[in-house]
């Protein structure tokens, strides 16, 4: 069995939170290089988006594996010395903890990862956010794995055509519902359009095996303030009965809205974008998504190949910008900022708190 896991945290941003600079990306490859030395890994690939740095990995060890979290634990506090030392915007940021325990899940770092039995040839892809939260997936999730309008294959490939099941998790009680689709899909609809309480964690084949992985940890709700924000990303598996790459990016060919903009605190286009172009600029944004294809072999990482490095995602992103604007033009105003119980772990409740009294 070979498992990938993604573990990712902002540490350092130059400047202030649009990019997690090279000298940062050293110093956590310095720590896996010796981590593959120490067999602890398989084999790895550093890359980031916007300010978070994601170290995908490969290793035998199963998922939640503490030698595993823990390398990707030294390799974040490496990165944010570096930080310090260079005084780097948000040094540290998602280090909510000053020792690692077993697993970085309720640390700070967010992670995705996937055990599975390695097929005859294996393509995986990574999607990277910067500057939204893990419910952005739901959308793209469910068109990859529930509408044939987006994947072919659900309907001309047997091997697709009994479904998935997805496990969606409610943020607030930390409970799990399984659904199964495509039967459930309208049960499922009505939990995951409210992205603010529910966000898609994993998704299944029918016998079980996994299909995708998504980090869904929330940095405001273990911190209870603002921290910055979880960033997400997820892992997809493709071909042979799993959406074909092209399926998968298709569910991003829409701009949909995501919340995570400026502050965390503005609704925003998830634009696609190269690793390169993942630089969020404009107002902090706006929100970004890369995607880095793989071929797995013997748990050696094959690639990456960037995939929305692609004229073909030119027309999304300029409906991404035509979208921006627009929502931009509504200044501090709802829709373009958050309602008020997202807004609850931003900076915003202490200006509340002041006119508390001016009211009777
Ligand atoms: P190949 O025939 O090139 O494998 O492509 C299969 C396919 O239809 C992907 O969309
Ligand atoms: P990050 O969560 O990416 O650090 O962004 C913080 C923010 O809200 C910038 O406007
Ligand atoms: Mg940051
Ligand atoms: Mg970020």
Redesign the pocket.
């Known amino acids: 069995m070979t498992t990938i896991s993604i573990i990712k945290a902002?540490v350092g941003?130059l400047p202030g939170?649009v990019s997690a600079p090279n000298h940062l990306i050293n110093e956590v490859e310095k720590v896996l290089e010796e981590g593959m030395e120490e067999s602890t890994i398989i084999d790895y690939h550093v890359a980031s988006?916007?300010?978070?740095i994601d170290l995908i990995m490969s290793h035998d060890n199963g998922e939640g594996e503490s030698e595993v979290h823990e390398l990707a634990w030294d390799a974040f506090q490496q990165a944010t010395d570096k930080a310090e030392e260079l005084s780097l915007y948000g040094a540290g940021?998602d280090i909510l903890s000053e020792a690692f325990s077993g697993n970085v899940k309720g640390l700070g770092p967010g992670s995705a990862e996937m055990e599975f039995e390695e097929r005859e040839s294996e393509p995986f892809v990574a999607f990277l956010?910067?500057?939204t939260s893990p419910s952005a997936f739901n959308y793209p999730l469910y068109k990859m794995f529930a509408d044939p309008s987006n994947t072919a294959g659900l309907v001309l490939d047997p091997s697709l055509h009994e479904g998935f099941d997805f496990e969606v998790l409610d943020y607030y009680e930390g409970e799990t519902a399984n659904l199964s689709c495509p039967d459930e899909i309208y049960d499922l609809l009505a939990l995951i359009g409210e992205t603010s309480k529910y966000t898609i964690q994993k998704v299944f084949k029918k016998d079980g095996s996994p299909a995708a992985a998504i980090s869904t940890e929330k940095l405001n709700l273990i911190a209870g303030e603002y921290v910055?924000?979880d960033?997400p990303v997820a892992i997809v598996r493709c071909q042979s009965g799993y959406p074909a790459v092209g399926e998968a990016l298709e569910a991003f060919s829409f701009p949909h809205l995501v919340p995570g903009w400026m502050r965390g605190s503005h609704n925003g286009p998830l634009m696609p974008v190269s690793e390169e172009n993942a630089t969020?600029s404009r107002f902090d944004g706006p929100p970004r998504v890369v995607a880095l294809g793989f071929q797995l072999n013997d748990g050696e990482l094959i690639g990456p190949k960037d995939l929305f490095d692609d004229p073909a995602f030119d027309r999304t992103r300029e409906k991404a910008q035509n979208a921006a604007e627009y929502m931009r033009r509504h200044g501090t105003f709802q829709p373009h900022l958050l309602r008020e119980d997202d807004l609850e772990y931003t900076t915003l409740p202490e200006v509340l708190e002041k006119l508390d009294d001016r009211f009777s």
């Not at 988006?49 to 978070?52: A, R």
């Open positions: 902002d941003s939170h988006c916007g300010d978070d940021q956010c910067d500057k910055g924000k960033d969020p």
